[in-house]
Antibody, heavy 116, light 108 residues
Framework: EVQLLESGGGLVQPGGSLRLSCAVSGFTFNTYAMSWVRQAPGKGPEWVSGIIGSGGSTYYADSVKGRFTISRDNSKNTLYLQMNSLRAEDTALYYC?????????WGQGTLVTVSS | DIQMTQSPSTLSASVGDRVTITCRASQSVNKWLAWYQQKPGKAPKLLIYDASNLESGVPSRFSGSGSGTEFTLTISSLQPDDFATYYCQQYNTYSPLTFGGGTKVEIK
């Protein structure tokens, strides 16, 4: 069974940083691209970033380019999202998703709130 | 960016009804379109990919069609478990990947 477990969310001040993690199991992690997708309260999903299985190529939405960095540790079956220079508009539930550019399986999400 | 427009935004229907949701792209996305179902407090779930391919484990009452700029998701006979919000997503262009605004299927 595919399992995706996000962690690392929380309350952060504008301009601050957070690192999200997604621990996966149930599939061969290094053979799949992975993604981060966020959803602001009451809104639809918004794609944030994607990374191929080897980690050699990464993709970002313009809204986070230069501020967020996606990475993965295939030895630990873990996906990461380093988020810097956070803004109020980054407030959302952040989901880790298996595959890119479509999203086959999703975690339960971790909530990021950017507020002073 | 490719804009994805869904209609209607809300749909009221009864159990057993045939339901159709439309998704239009601002430019061609070929067949690179997915449909997701989301229930309150839950993550989205992939239903359809490549416009018409049913994801494993998804009931056959769900079907997708279309190509280019116009796509439909059809539920042949609405079941109680199907009341949810549905989103389309294009993946023809990665910069960026985009979702539609959603269609909420409510009980009539």
């Amino acid at each position: 069974e595919v399992q995706l477990l996000e962690s690392g969310g929380g309350l952060v001040q504008p301009g601050g940083s957070l690192r999200l993690s997604c621990a996966v199991s149930g599939f061969t992690f290094n053979t799949y691209a992975m993604s981060w997708v966020r959803q602001a309260p009451g809104k639809g999903p918004e794609w944030v970033s994607g990374i191929i299985g080897s980690g050699g190529s990464t993709y970002y939405a313009d809204s986070v380019k230069g501020r967020f960095t996606i990475s993965r540790d295939n030895s630990k079956n873990t996906l990461y999202l380093q988020m810097n220079s956070l803004r109020a508009e980054d407030t959302a539930l952040y989901y880790c998703a298996k595959d890119f550019p479509k999203f086959e399986n999703w975690g339960q999400g971790t909530l990021v709130t950017v507020s002073s | 960016d490719i804009q994805m427009t869904q209609s209607p935004s809300t749909l009221s229907a009864s159990v057993g009804d045939r339901v159709t949701i439309t998704c239009r792209a601002s430019q061609s996305v070929n067949k690179w379109l997915a449909w997701y179902q989301q229930k309150p407090g839950k993550a989205p779930k992939l239903l359809i990919y490549d416009a018409s391919n049913l994801e494993s484990g998804v009931p056959s009452r769900f079907s997708g069609s279309g190509s280019g700029t116009e796509f439909t998701l059809t539920i042949s006979s609405l079941q109680p478990d199907d009341f949810a919000t549905y989103y389309c997503q294009q993946y023809n262009t990665y910069s960026p990947l985009t979702f539609g605004g959603g269609t909420k299927v409510e009980i009539k």
